[in-house]
Each structure stands twice: as C-alpha cells, then as structure tokens.
T-cell receptor
Framework: AQSVTQLDSQVPVFEEAPVELRCNYS??????LFWYVQYPNQGLQLLLK??????LVKGINGFEAEFNKSQTSFHLRKPSVHISDTAEYFC??????????????FGQGTILTVHP | ETGVTQSPTHLIKTRGQQVTLRCSSQ?????VSWYQQALGQGPQFIFQ???????GRGNFPPRFSGLQFPNYSSELNVNALELDDSALYLC?????????????FGEGSRLTVL
C-alpha cells in the first residue's frame, strides 16, 4: 500500500519569491513520483516526474523536484514564482513496473497563492 | 492530436438515481483510468480499463462500474447515487508504450447529487 502526504494545505507567497511545496510518500515497493498542477475548473496537468536516474528532475514552467529516497520525500521547488503559478498542486506516487501504471495515489493537494 | 475529452461537464442528479459519464481517450492511448476528486481532496483511483477489461480497482463499491469500448473510449456508471458521490470525476488515458505511469487527464465531469 502507498500513501502520499503533502505537508502544507496552503502556501501563500509573493511574486518573484522562491517556493517549496513539500511531499512525503510511503511505499513498500519502488515508486514513480509525479507532480501535477490543477488550475480552477480544469483537469490535472503533469509538471514533472521521477522514474529513475538523476534525483533532480526538471519540469515545465521552471519547476523542479528532488527525489530523496532516505527521507522518502519529493519536494517541488521554483526559484521565482509568477502570479500565473497560482493553482493547486498534487503530488502522486505509482508502483514502478508491472501493470500498475495508471493507478496513482495522490496527496491532498497544496494550494499555492502568489500575491503581487 | 486530440486530448482526453469528457462529457457531460456538469450534471445534477438526485439521491438514488443513476448516472453515466463518458470519456474519449487521447489518440493512440489504450488505457483509461477513472478518478474521483471530492471537494478539497486529491483524486482517488476508482478503476482502470485496458483492452476492454477492468485492470485494477480502488476502494469503491460495486455500484461504481465501467466499460471500455473497442475505440478505447470509456464510460463510468454509478448506480443508487448517494450525496457523498458529489465530486469531480476525472478520466485519464495513458499510452501503450513504455511504463511511465504518466496520465493525461480530461477536464472532468462535475457531479452534484441532491
């Protein structure tokens, strides 16, 4: 069984400031990890993913995340946010390998609000 | 390339009724997954369809059922609707190549049960 915990339900930040959205996971098997973004009244859009290899992954819109196996974390970062980054962000985990792809466990979401 | 499309976008039902939600997968994608996203929550996996067969199910009762058609489109059916079924229902498709777990989501069908 897997679980994903997003440690902050809301993160307010000023424009051009850095931001970190925190995500911890637990799993008894190897996992793939994802960050998705959801704008109001829309579906989810993939920001980035970790499958294997380099623990620092870069995604769209200037976001990056670091996989830390020892701390079971996958925190999302952006060095300078824009107003347009205001949205809800979801961390998700899926079992690596087998036929489990497509069956993701999502966290509760973090609402990022960027203030001018 | 056409993305994942869902219909209807919004609907209102009363408790005890039945509902059918529809999803067209992205071109070339043969796997469809359905998720329920209650207000203020993350999406929860309902089930997945691959080659017209159910391929895994989350913790949802049997009154949640589905179908996948030869063109890979899919339906989610919910019988005996309850108030707690009010949610955004998301369909996601994934391609047959590789095993990346990446999902491509539609914009969802928002169901309100009164």
């Amino acid at each position: 069984a897997q679980s994903v915990t997003q440690l902050d339900s809301q993160v307010p930040v000023f424009e051009e400031a850095p931001v970190e959205l925190r995500c911890n996971y637990s799993s008894s098997v190897s996992v793939y990890l994802f960050w998705y973004v959801q704008y109001p009244n829309q579906g989810l859009q993939l920001l980035l993913k970790y499958l294997s290899g380099s623990t620092l992954v870069k995604g769209i819109n200037g976001f990056e995340a670091e996989f830390n196996k020892s701390q079971t974390s996958f925190h999302l970062r952006k060095p300078s946010v824009h107003i347009s980054d205001t949205a809800e962000y979801f961390c998700a985990a899926g079992n690596a390998g087998g036929t489990s792809y497509g069956k993701l466990t999502f966290g509760q979401g973090t609402i990022l609000t960027v203030h001018p | 390339e056409t993305g994942v499309t869902q219909s209807p976008t919004h609907l209102i039902k009363t408790r005890g009724q039945q509902v059918t939600l529809r999803c067209s997968s992205q071109s070339g994608h043969n796997t469809v997954s359905w998720y329920q996203q209650a207000l203020g929550q993350g999406p929860q996996f309902i089930f997945q369809y691959y080659r017209e067969e159910e391929n895994g199910r989350g913790n949802f009762p049997p009154r949640f059922s589905g179908l996948q058609f030869p063109n890979y489109s899919s339906e989610l059916n919910v019988n005996a609707l309850e108030l707690d079924d009010s949610a955004l229902y998301l369909c996601a498709s994934s391609p047959p190549w590789g095993n990346t777990g990446e999902l491509f989501f539609g914009e969802g069908s928002r169901l309100t049960v009164l």
